[in-house]
């Protein structure tokens, strides 16, 4: 049976990935720090033991590019049949937003190894508006543009078909969800307060939040694109990958009620 190793499997993503395969009765083994490093070559050996196939995404920060080719190069060298990276819309090596540059430099690197890859570019998880809806409100610096935000069950559904089934090496998938919305309905739709703010306004909340640079400049870097129109574009691959429809925000919504 193919074997696949799921890297960053304890990530938002990598959690519904794992879940996804094993459903589908795959071969799966987890990569976490609970197992292993991106650091360490030893663990990543005995990590690609017998794999055919890989998931890839490490954590974004600073280290991610030396993280992710790390696992390129291990699996080159291991004879891996597939990877299916999970990268991001925007990618693009001379991007000055931090992880679309990291994201496109990996790429690169997947591209030059010559392992058969799968790049998957989802656009803005809809999962981001809950880092800042906590405080019952959800501060906009989006202009009113709309954003085709993704439920991360679809892009895990996405990179599980993709690992197994044949016909998409060599492919690059911009992922969306089925519509492109506007902060104020996604705010509706989970019952927060809607808070229209100018760049201006929301300067001080990335630069004072207590973030990272990289941080601070990512996300300074996405509401710019967002602003520019950058996140309006709908795609129809999940549907067509996984058979059925992109979840819409009120099924990520839906999902977040408790349970009775
Ligand atoms: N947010 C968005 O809107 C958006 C949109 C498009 C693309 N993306 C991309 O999605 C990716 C993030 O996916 P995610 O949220 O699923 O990831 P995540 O939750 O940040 O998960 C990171 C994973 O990497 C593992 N990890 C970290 N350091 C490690 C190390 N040294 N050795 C081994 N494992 C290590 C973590 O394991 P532990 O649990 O053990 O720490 C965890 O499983 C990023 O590349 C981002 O650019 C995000």
Known sequence: MTRILVTGATG???????????????????????????????SLRRAFD??????????????????????????AEHGVDRIVKLSAQHADRASDVPAYGWHGEIEAHLHR????????????????????TASGTLPSPTAGRRVAMID?????????????????????????????????????????????LTEEQARPRFENAGLPDWLAAQLAGVFALIRAGGFERVTDHVRT???R????????????????
């Not at 010559?114 to 989802?122: I, T």
């Not at 690059?172 to 808070?195: M, N, Q």
């Not at 992109?246 to 999902?255: K, L, P, V, Y």
């Open 50 to 75: 017998g794999v055919d196939r890989v998931y890839l995404c490490a954590a974004d920060g600073p280290a991610k590019v030396r993280h992710e080719t790390a696992v390129i190069d291990a699996a």
């Open 241 to 243: 990958i996984t058979g």
């Open 12 to 42: 938002n993503v990598g959690a519904h990935v794992v879940r996804e395969l094993r459903a589908h009765g795959a071969d799966v083994r987890a990569f976490s720090r609970a197992v292993g490093d991106f650091d360490d070559p030893a």
């Open 245 to 260: 429809p992109a979840r819409d925000i009120n099924d990520f919504a839906a999902s977040l009620a408790p349970a009775n």
């Open 152 to 196: 991360i069950r679809d892009v895990a559904a996405v990179a599980a078909v993709t690992l197994l089934e044949d016909g998409h090496t060599g492919r690059t998938y911009d992922l969306t969800g089925p519509a492109a919305i506007t902060f104020a309905e996604a705010a509706d739709a989970l019952s927060v307060r809607f808070l229209d």
């Open 113 to 132: 190894s010559g392992v058969p890859a799968v790049v998957l570019r989802p656009a803005f998880f809809m999962t981001n508006l809950l880092m800042v």
